[in-house]
């Protein structure tokens, strides 16, 4: 007589955003508070810039202090801190003061993105091919080609700067490559942000002899910023479409 042999039942496993932990929420909240961010910082640009600007050091250092830690926790996108920067301190003192910023709040961002992605995502890239490919040509690849990678991710104004820093955290991007990328991609952006606003402060709150010029160099800057997304677009396409295989 034989004996039944029992069936087992399959072993589910936990669903996609399950698995995610604390990363799923987390990137969710990357994509709004953003723009809920730069709404608020934007409608109090004509109140805060004078005040930042009439405490001069003070006011910068408070600049880096709220603004590098609203950036580093996602709740302001890096055009609105540039904007600000530039209104308030003008384009020669504003961009580097908010490139600092950027680069300060990336690394607070890194570290939060890390704490939160832990294994979690990585687990994930792993299972999937098609994602392990792209993760692999990417990060296993010299440091200079990821550089590249970071920076034209960071040259696109298309490329959230929130959901890019956890992206890079989860990926285990290399410091050097993250800063590098960071800084160099983030510089041209955040002039040109920088040097609109200036100029617009300039044609609203100031007598300007040559008002034609700003006008016209603040349309060539929004062009400009075009131009750059659209190039950084392209070859960024071109590093990351793997070679058809003959």
């Given at each position: ?21 604390a ?14 961010g ?75 993105g ?22 692999q ?25 929130a ?38 402060e ?8 040559d ?36």
């Amino acid at each position: 007589m034989s004996v039944p042999i029992p069936s087992t039942a399959p072993v589910s496993r936990p669903g996609f955003v399950r698995r995610l932990g604390a990363a799923g929420p987390f990137a969710l909240m990357l994509t709004f508070c953003p723009p809920l961010g730069a709404l608020v910082l934007l409608s109090t640009l004509t109140s805060f810039g004078p005040w930042l600007r009439d405490h001069g050091a003070v006011g910068m250092l408070f600049f880096f202090l709220v603004i590098g830690l609203l950036l580093g926790v996602s709740f302001v996108p890096t055009y609105t801190s540039a904007i600000l920067a530039g209104w308030a301190f003008g384009f020669w003192v504003g961009w580097p003061l908010a490139l600092a910023t950027l680069t300060a709040a990336s690394l607070l961002a890194r570290v939060l993105g890390t704490w939160v992605a832990r294994d979690r995502v990585m687990a994930i890239i792993r299972e999937k091919p098609s994602l392990f490919a792209v993760h692999q040509a990417l990060l296993g690849a010299p440091t200079g080609k990821t550089a590249l990678v970071v920076t034209l991710l960071r040259v696109s104004p298309m490329s959230p700067f929130a959901l890019t820093n956890f992206a890079f955290s989860a990926a285990q991007v290399p410091l050097g490559a993250y800063l590098f990328g960071t800084v160099v991609g983030l510089a041209p952006r955040t002039a040109l942000a920088a040097y609109a606003a200036a100029g617009v402060e300039q044609l609203m709150f100031k007598q300007v002899g040559d008002r034609t010029t700003v006008i016209v160099g603040i349309a060539v800057t929004v062009v400009a910023f075009g131009i750059v997304g659209l190039l950084a677009k392209r070859a960024l396409r071109g590093l990351t479409t793997p070679p058809k295989s003959r």
